[in-house]
């Protein structure tokens, strides 16, 4: 399990840069002038982490194999989405498909690169991404309303259940409030997130700044950073242009640009560190002489389902799991040396893995 990220925001914001950016492709045509993505790209990247090296090294595996992460490059939306404008309907639609949203935001001036509303305001361009999305939510609940009632009079308790969840948030959306302020339980979860509302997908505010500012930030990235704190959002300073030019040099080249422009890496690692803490996610692996592998899953998860993510059959066949914490299998230099020192343990059904777990599933055919 990896993510699918959205990428979004108003057009000639730096998202197209970005994604060719981080995917390492130019497969997003980049330009100056809306509407350049016409269609959404995607693109699948590696998820750095020097864990996995570590691992591979002690274990003298043969393959490294990294979890991916999912960046879906979606055309700028302005003012009027909701009702067409633009190219509307069609990229909020792309939107509801992904599990976050990367909104993009432009912090920088350059009097060369045009901006659709005449200047540059992070905040104004934040508000108005979100009432797009907001009033395309409201329209979709809206809708829904008198099919649920008849439904719920007529005593269908699932119904009942979606009409309460509906009805909570349009109070929200009516009050310019996105659906993922609502308060919603663990039981009722799953059929909030069936609604499919572009407001209750978790945000990441990537500010693009000028290259001067991409250790730090600049005044246009703090406020937005405010802004986040204030949305229990997360918010991240990122140079798309530094990050294009990373992109097409050699891997053992990046280290001396990323020190000549005092970086200490590439502004992928943090948009996705950003991006797992967002989603709740982390990281197990399974390590041996064929290859040492990332996988991803939710905080939270239990042995069983961490091995479905593996193949169906662990999950339905699932005993226990061979475990050792990451700094266990380091510091012991592996499976036997961990053994030896009592760190190897077997783990049943209720365990919770936790981040960084070397693990080695046993199941019933």
């Given amino acids: 399990m990896g ?35 016409i269609e959404p790209n995607v693109g699948d990247v590696a998820v750095p982490d020097p864990r996995l090296d570590a691992l591979s090294a002690i274990a003298g595996s043969k393959e490294i194999i990294p979890t991916r992460l999912t960046f ?24 509801r498909e992904c599990d976050a949203i990367a909104h993009v935001v432009r912090c920088f001036i350059d ?13 104004r361009d934040i508000d108005t991404i979100e009432t797009e999305l907001m009033l ?7 809708r829904r309303v008198t099919s649920l009632e008849k439904k719920a009079r007529g005593g269908d308790k699932e119904s009942k259940e979606s009409l309460d969840l509906v009805n909570r948030c349009l109070v929200l959306l009516r009050e310019g409030k996105p659906a993922r302020a ?3 339980s663990a039981d009722e979860r799953k059929a909030f997130n069936m609604l499919g509302l572009l407001t209750s997908k978790p945000v990441l505010y990537v500010c693009n700044v000028e ?4 250790d730090k930030g600049n005044d246009f990235s703090a406020k ?11 918010s991240v300073v990122v140079s798309a242009k530094i990050e294009s030019e990373i992109a097409v040099l050699p891997f053992d080249e990046q280290k001396d640009y990323l020190e000549a422009v005092g970086l200490e890496e590439p502004g992928l690692n943090r948009v996705i560190r950003a ?39 662990f999950e339905k066949g699932y005993i226990r799991a061979e475990t050792i914490a990451y700094d266990d299998y380091v510091t012991c230099k592996g499976e036997a040396g961990a053994r030896e020192a009592g760190k190897f343990r077997l783990e049943g059904k209720d365990y919770v893995v936790q981040d960084g777990d070397v693990m080695h599933f046993r199941f019933a055919n």
């Fill in 3 to 37: 993510f699918k990220c959205g990428i979004v925001g108003l057009p000639n914001v730096g998202k197209s840069t970005l994604f060719n950016a981080l995917t390492q492709t130019a497969a997003a045509q980049a330009a100056n002038y809306p509407f350049c993505t």
């Fill in 224 to 234: 937005v950073a405010v802004r986040a704190k204030s949305e229990n959002a997360v």
């Fill in 275 to 313: 991006g797992y803490d967002l989603l709740h996610l982390i990281t197990y692996f399974t390590v041996g002489p064929k290859e040492a592998r990332a996988w991803t899953i939710e905080k939270g998860t239990k042995g069983p389902a961490a091995a479905g993510v593996i193949h169906t059959d």
């Fill in 182 to 184: 609502a308060t919603i």
């Fill in 111 to 123: 009097n060369d690169i045009t901006h659709v509303e005449g200047d540059v305001d992070p905040l």
């Fill in 136 to 142: 395309s939510d409201l329209d979709s609940l809206e």
């Fill in 72 to 95: 879906v490059d979606i055309a700028g939306l302005v003012r009027g989405a909701s009702q067409g404008e633009g190219l509307g309907n069609q990229f909020l639609a792309n939107i």
């Fill in 211 to 214: 290259e001067a500012s991409a």
